[in-house]
């Protein structure tokens, strides 16, 4: 009796053809004697879609071909099943596979997704939405709502839609967040609620952070000139400045004095004036190199 293995594949995510995942993925499973099984999202009732395919087929593992948006709906399908997420980067914001050091390299992170061991990755929910690894208020949210009104994709379409961003940015934001038994009142650019290091373009926000360890961090930008913009984007998050507070919990309350700019995990939410925040600890398995 062969062992069968689902693919969910998101069609328009990133601007990579998913037909050359589709058939490597296939190969592999063909060498690997395993039933292949195709799924590709639409946008309408995905969830139960998968949650049907699940139980009719009970694969032990799932491969997800698509951005950060595709595994986490994938993710939240599967929530209370166990199995083992494969992860193919495929999307225009790929920042879970680099936070988790996935190769990019299409026939290695196949043998990745097929074969390799797998972490119990924690998940954050944000009033009762889930985020796989960062989500924000602020300016890159701003950002975000941009990216996705443009027509450009990919890093240079991120590229532009930052100029544009900081040159129309809203003034700072009062912020009120109750964590770890304490009060914190602060006039911010940017607040970072993250389960992870990295935004997909590679920029480390938050290096202390663990996927796994039953916390989360808040990541508190005070002031977001362009010189401190330029050290985040080159990589030198500035964390011995007075512009920057990183505080690790497992639990939150964050209340803004405007409604703010919102986003989860590369997706723009709307305007949010109110966050309760809670993690999730080991909610699903993902294979990992």
Known sequence: MKKNIIMIVNPISGDVDKEVFVSAAQAFAKKENLKFI?????????????????ATHKPERILVAGGDGTIKMVAEALEKQDVILGILPAGSANGLSVDLNLPAN????????????????????????????????????QLVKNYESSETRGMLGYALQAITTLSEQDPPFGATIEVNNRIIECDARMIVIANSQKYGTGVTINPNGKMNDGKF???????????????????????????VEIISTDKAKITTSVPVHFQIDGEYVGEESELDIFILHRQMKVAIP
Not at 123 to 139: A, E, P, T, Y
Request: glycine share 6%; with cysteine.
């Open 38 to 54: 195709l799924y590709e999202t639409s946008g309408n009732d995905d969830c139960p879609k998968i949650k049907s395919l699940y």
């Open 106 to 141: 299409l026939e290695e992170s196949l043998t990745v997704a097929f074969h390799s061991n797998y972490m119990e990755m924690d998940m954050i929910c944000i009033n009762g939405k889930k985020s796989l690894h960062l989500s924000d208020l602020g300016l890159n949210a």
């Open 217 to 243: 961090e808040i990541v508190i930008l005070k002031n977001l000139d362009v010189v401190v913009f330029g050290k985040i984007i080159t990589g030198n998050m500035p964390l011995d400045s007075e512009d």
